[in-house]
């Protein structure tokens, strides 16, 4: 598979690990032929993606909601050796056209379905991101439910990783504070549930 820079919008809650925005995920078909490249070939390829996304994303002081993409990116297994090392679930939703999009980055091992993480979400040791995380690239802004500006709640009530598909469910009423000084918070409200194809992150 690619590198790091490659498979995510930025690197959750590293010290002085480079962002890497949105555009950057153009690469995305190269990486999900790897992907696909190291499945078992005689395994029944079934599952299709399925996505139910009422997410709405608005700028603090703002009525209008921002359009984030709905190209979907979706990885199961051990993220990051070199950092997070942990078993993990993470879910991009981009617009390669422009540098807007999300992803939330669940630990696999570390969250329970139906649990409700307060924002703004903490590391609990030894884990090195928080179980569960959320970020968005709004432009040239970049919000995470890590910031002390963040508030609310994201509620996953549901997930899985088989060895066909990946399988996700949650909700979240929050306010995204950004991680640049002086730019606006973003509100996101709604639900999303969907079903990809099991890819493994590498």
Sequence with gaps: MSGPSAR???HPLAPGLVSVSI????????LLAACNSRRNPVAPDTVTVSVTDS????????STPVTVGATP???CGLYDPSFVNEHAMWIVMYDPAVQTGWQILILTNRAQ???????????VAPSKVPYVSMFVADSLNELSSDTEESSGTITVHSFSCS????QIDFSVD???????????????????????PMQSCP
């Design 163 to 166: 060895g066909t598909a990946i």
């Design 73 to 75: 990116l979706a990885c």
């Design 113 to 123: 379905a139906g649990a409700v993480t307060t924002l703004p979400t903490a590391i």
């Design 55 to 62: 997410l709405e994303f608005t700028r603090a002081g703002s």
């Design 23 to 30: 555009w950057l995920l153009l690469g995305v078909t190269t």
């Design 174 to 196: 929050a306010t995204l504070g950004s991680e640049s000084a002086n730019s606006p918070a973003m509100d996101v409200k709604g639900t999303f549930r969907a079903t990809f």
């Design 8 to 10: 995510r919008l930025k």
